[in-house]
């Protein structure tokens, strides 16, 4: 048997990075660990579009217009992209400081600090910066050993700085921020419109089969059409529930956006209250916020994750603790729906993410989305974006 | 560049990384990428002060442009949003087309000004575009400088 020469494997950057991701299709594919929520999502839109496909367009596509089946494909392949999209790229991940440019940092704030007598605590690493005349506060990152940006936060689900952070999302499986922020907004959009869509079509699916034959008197030789009230009833229900927390969910990053305001900041109470700053961020126009956050620039991804490593750096690159970064194309994690999600203990920051979604992860029966405190309506429980502490 | 006391190659063939400077980032006018164009000490007996200003100020021209909100970034949103951002599958977006000329635009700073006076600048967005790392190198020959390996690598993306 004549020896087959195997090439040799490549190390990609993205089986070195820090932090809680998985990745997926050899580094394109960057999501958060836990995913178990994200394919109960999948499988909730797929399942009801699928039902919806099936049962009730051959009926309306006949009695009432096609339009109907292909407009609502149409809007259902786009909620997918933009979920798939939201759920599989960077949200704008902040790469931890190498070493050097960490001890540069240390050394700036030991030169600022002075002396300290011994025994006294250190004070806090914060830096001022002024931005459109208002003070804030950057503060220090001990996990990836930077000054965060302005916006960014420490996300602890994912263990990663992320840029302009609004939440961890558990049901898009992955942190949102700078990158994918208007991907999940048109995903919720575009979402609201399918439910509505297919709720307002199943009534009216109803409607026309009371009028045409009686609804209840369903011929038994016909087994397609006996199961269609079951399948009706299933897709109403499903339908109930999310169009009350994704309309809210639509409607309140909508409020966000037109302050160009973050869920975290919001959260935390950055910006409101009499003594606090306002919001330098915002142009105080409505359309002007609505413009930069949906039609701002696309910001490329400083995570290098398939940038191919170099031979001598191998040996000399720590390898992160306890980040097990999946390696496989066809065979993806399975879907973890265990729930503690480890908390990284850090002092003075106090914004750590609380693992409230490990409790919430365990409620399966929940079909709505996860909504902000500030959602009104008649809800089942909503269970708390996982951002910081809740500062209310 | 033969002629040149210090070519790019030889750089970190004969000479050994005595130092790294960072230039931070400036946030007086938002989240914009803009650095601080404040001169380094460690850099004062290597480069004049205008050439490195020069250098810094270009760079946030680059990252101005790019991060630009007008009609054509408005048009590209629509657009992307309307085919559901398939459309970057085959177009490459503002943002990138000017990391490109960011990059080339680095590579020939280094080649013209930075290497000649043993020094290196980093591209930006090999340190997640929070600091310009400039490398200062020191001959391997001359005495009184620290050894390190030289790890740094200015290849663009």
Not at chain 1, 78 to 92: C, I, K, N
Not at chain 1, 305 to 329: H, N, Q, W
Request: proline residues 6%.
């Amino acid at each position: 048997m004549s020896a087959v020469m195997l090439p040799r494997k490549v190390t990609r950057k993205w089986e070195k990075l820090p932090g809680k991701n998985t990745f997926c299709c050899d580094g394109r594919v960057m999501m958060a660990r836990q995913k178990g929520v994200f394919y109960l999502t999948l499988f909730l839109i797929i399942g009801t579009c699928a039902l919806f496909f099936a049962f009730e367009c051959p009926y309306l596509a006949v009695h009432l217009s096609a339009a109907i089946p292909v407009f609502a494909v149409v809007l259902f392949l786009f909620v997918m992209a933009m979920l798939l999209r939201t759920s599989f790229s960077d949200p704008g991940v902040l790469p931890r400081a190498l070493p050097e440019e960490a001890n540069f940092i240390e050394m700036e704030i030991e030169a600022a600090n002075g002396n300290i007598q011994a025994g006294q605590r250190p004070p806090p690493r914060i830096r001022n910066v002024q931005i459109n005349n208002q003070i804030v506060k950057l503060k220090y990152c001990y996990t990836c050993k930077i000054f965060r940006p302005p916006r960014a936060s420490h996300c602890s689900i994912c263990d990663n700085c992320v840029d302009r952070f609004d939440h961890h999302c558990p049901w898009v499986g992955n942190c949102v921020g700078k990158r994918n922020y208007r991907y999940f907004y048109l995903f919720t959009l575009s979402l609201s419109l399918l439910t509505i869509y297919i709720f307002t079509f199943d009534i009216v699916h109803v409607a026309l089969r009371s009028v045409d034959s009686g609804f209840l008197n369903c011929d038994s030789g016909h087994c397609l059409v006996s199961l269609t009230p079951y399948c009706t009833v299933i897709e109403v229900l499903v339908c109930f529930f999310t169009l009350w927390s994704v309309v809210g969910l639509t409607g309140f990053h909508t409020y966000l956006i037109s302050l160009n305001q973050t869920t975290n900041e919001d959260i935390k109470g950055s910006w409101s209250g009499k003594n606090r700053v306002q919001n330098p961020y915002s142009h105080k126009n409505i359309m002007k916020n609505c413009c930069e956050v949906l039609c701002g620039p696309t910001y490329p991804s400083v995570l290098d994750r398939r940038g191919v490593m170099a031979e001598d750096s191998l040996s000399s690159t720590p390898s992160p603790p306890t980040s097990d970064v999946v390696a496989t194309k066809s065979n993806p994690v399975t879907p973890n729906t265990k729930t503690t999600a480890p908390l990284i203990p850090n002092e003075h920051t106090p914004d750590e993410a609380k693992p409230s979604i490990a409790a919430a992860a365990q409620k399966t029966t929940k079909e709505e989305k996860v909504s902000s405190p500030r959602d009104s309506g008649p809800k089942v429980s909503p269970a708390p974006i996982v951002v910081k502490e809740s500062a209310h | 560049m033969a002629t040149e006391f210090h070519n790019l190659q030889e750089l970190r063939h004969s000479a050994s990384l005595a130092n790294k400077v960072f230039i931070q980032r400036d946030y007086s006018e938002g989240t914009v990428c803009k650095f601080q164009t404040k001169f380094p000490s460690e850099l004062d007996s290597r480069i004049e002060k205008t050439l490195f200003e020069d250098t810094v100020k270009t760079l946030n021209n680059y990252y101005a442009e790019a991060e630009k909100i007008g009609g054509h970034s408005y048009l590209e949103g629509c657009l992307a949003c309307i085919t559901a951002y398939l459309i970057f599958l085959c177009m490459e977006t503002r943002y990138e087309k000017v990391l490109k000329k960011i990059s080339r635009y680095i590579q020939e700073q280094n080649e013209k000004i930075y290497a000649p006076r043993g020094l290196l600048i980093t591209d930006p967005i090999e340190r997640g575009m929070r600091v310009i790392e400039i490398s200062i190198y020191e001959d391997r020959g001359s005495s009184g400088s620290s050894s390190g390996s030289s790890t740094t690598s200015s290849s663009g993306r």
